[in-house]
């Protein structure tokens, strides 16, 4: 079975709340403004009919404004939003590298958290055994790792995230931002692993504003504006509709004032 | 490990076509994968405890202090014998606080878990039961005092403390779906855990668990009252045959009402609603 993402006319509606406007009062008036005021439920729309195909072999770059929807679209393809009309697709085993900290609990040992953290990825005790010594020596962190969770720096911390969540190849790597983490020793070290994950995955989908990286990355691009696809095709074309994308807004904005 | 899986969400609720999405799906996948939710719950005991000197005592203590103090006071206020009093409050005392518990923590438990469930794993059924894992240890732990109780009192036979091994399940079974309602409707509505904490306090002081329901004959205002009370029936109904007597009629069919009722609501809202929980939070 070969590994692909469908995205077929997909849209999302989130419900979000917000505060009657108040103009602007004295201190005292926002205070119980905000205490007295009740908060309406709205819905955006912040996927808009959003169509595209991945297929195996492809490295995604996602480009878009802030408030584009592209950790949304994420959010939509690693299955934690379920689209409100369209279909969506994906077949192979998906991984999203968003949160390294994530499901750590500060007062158990690092070998604990290790267990903690590979059994939320889903992955079998005994295989996880094996992975702990790896796991343990690619962060560097083999001498600490009968100690609390939170007796070590934040950087550490990260490093034992991100040696845990790339431990294991998935068909599909989603990802929010490249990951860049810790001292100069580190980052180097985990560059290649990055790299190399990216390489063996099928289909990687990453969303970030680093041009320079993603041309070396990624293959093709798909630009998001307001939810929906503005532009879909070759890296650097992608990155060239993006440009003028933001170039435009600001003047839209000045016509608009 | 699957390497494969397939996706499909429609814009009308999702069909359990797969099996996979369902609620029993759902559940059956995580019952058979217990690491998650288990483990990680008991860890978060025992790094609770870590810290302190007694350790892993704590657990058994407050129980033992709860009942054997105020057993002792209030067996002579509501005027029972200290040997029939100690197990029907230690009994009450145990049920209630672990219903208490598991509403308290499922109330919150989508919320607190939002880091989770935003990196894509979106099998809420994980989550529940670690709501209802943590009080399950806490309850066990209690257990051991109240049937250490059980096993002291002289008005306590064995066949009353081996009833537990069949009312007990019913209690556990009830409180599964009694969590997924109340972390469903906690997860729309912020006010479900302020409203709980509310309510619980109130409900300890008016549930039979200090007093006798015999003060209320059920044909009075106030009897009929003290029954439209589902914790009464559920406590009663693992408390009465563990002390020697049948639970009252009415209480059978209640909680036979519950379970069957309950677990048909649960399917219903999880079908329906479990798909908007990661907007909700």
């Keep these: 079975m070969s590994v692909h993402i469908r995205v077929k006319d997909v849209t999302l509606d989130v419900p979000f709340y917000e505060q009657a406007p108040s103009g602007t009062r004295s201190w005292v008036g926002t205070l119980l403004g905000a205490a007295f005021s009740p908060p309406r439920r709205r819905f955006a729309r ?8 991945i297929d195996s072999g492809s490295r995604v770059a996602l480009l878009g404004r802030n408030g584009a929807g592209k950790t949304t679209l994420l959010r939509v393809l690693s299955g934690a939003f379920q689209p409100t009309s369209g279909v969506l697709e994906v077949s192979g085993a998906r991984q999203a590298l968003l949160n390294l900290g994530l499901g750590f609990n500060s007062e158990a040992t690092l070998v604990e958290n290790i267990f903690l953290r590979a059994t939320a990825m889903g992955i079998a005790p005994a295989q996880i055994r094996e992975m702990v010594p790896q796991i343990l020596e690619f962060s560097g962190l083999g001498e600490v790792a009968q100690r609390r969770l939170s007796t070590l720096s934040s950087g550490q911390r990260m490093r034992l995230g991100f040696a845990i969540s790339t431990s294991v190849q998935h068909d599909i790597m989603l990802m929010d931002e490249w990951f860049g983490a810790g001292d100069a020793g580190f980052v180097n070290k985990a560059r290649a ?24 990355v990624c293959d093709s691009g798909i630009v998001l504006e307001q939810g929906k696809v503005a532009f879909t095709g070759e890296v650097n074309a992608a990155i060239e509709a993006y440009k003028k994308i933001y170039r435009a807004a600001p003047k839209a904005e000045k016509k608009a004032a | 490990m699957a390497s494969h899986m ?52 704590w657990l058994l203590l407050p129980t033992f202090v709860f009942i054997t103090v105020l057993g002792n006071v209030y067996s002579l206020l509501m005027g029972f014998s200290v040997a029939e009093y100690l197990p029907y409050l230690g009994l009450g005392y145990a049920c209630w606080r672990f219903m208490l518990m598991c509403i308290n923590e499922s109330s919150t438990v989508f919320r607190s878990h939002k880091a989770f469930i935003m990196d894509g794993r979106v099998r809420l059924t994980d989550y529940v039961l670690r709501a209802i894992a943590k009080p399950m240890f806490f309850f066990a732990f209690a257990l051991v005092v109240v049937v250490g109780v059980l096993i ?13 091994v069949a009312t007990l399940p019913v209690l556990v079974v009830n409180m599964v779906w009694i969590s997924f309602c109340v972390a469903l ?91 908007f929980v990661p907007l909700w939070i």
């Design chain 2, 152 to 164: 002291w009192s002289p008005a306590v036979g064995w066949l009353g403390i081996l009833s537990l």
């Design chain 2, 185 to 275: 409707l906690g997860a729309r509505f912020p006010d479900t855990s302020e409203f709980i904490g509310t309510l619980l306090v109130v409900g300890f002081l008016l549930t039979p668990i200090l007093w006798h329901v015999e003060r209320f004959p059920a044909d009075t205002t106030r009897g009929f009252l003290a029954r439209m009370n589902p914790a009464f029936h559920l406590i009663d109904f693992v408390r009465a045959p563990a002390l020697g007597q049948m639970p009252e009629t009415t209480s059978l069919f209640v909680v036979a009402g519950l379970t069957v009722g309950g677990w048909l609501l649960m399917g219903v809202l999880y079908r329906r609603y479990a798909r």
């Design chain 1, 46 to 53: 912040i996927l808009d009919h959003v169509s595209f195909d």
């Design chain 1, 193 to 216: 692993r990055l790299n190399d994950r990216v390489a063996s995955s099928q289909i990687v989908v990453l969303a970030s504003h680093n041009f320079q990286m993603l041309r070396k």
């Design chain 2, 6 to 57: 397939e996706t499909r969400a429609r814009a009308l609720g999702i069909s359990g076509k797969s099996g996979g999405n369902g609620l029993v799906g759902h559940l059956s996948a995580s019952i058979r994968r217990p690491e998650f939710w288990a483990y990680s719950t008991w860890l978060d005991i025992v790094t609770r405890y870590r810290r302190t000197r007694l350790g892993l005592a």
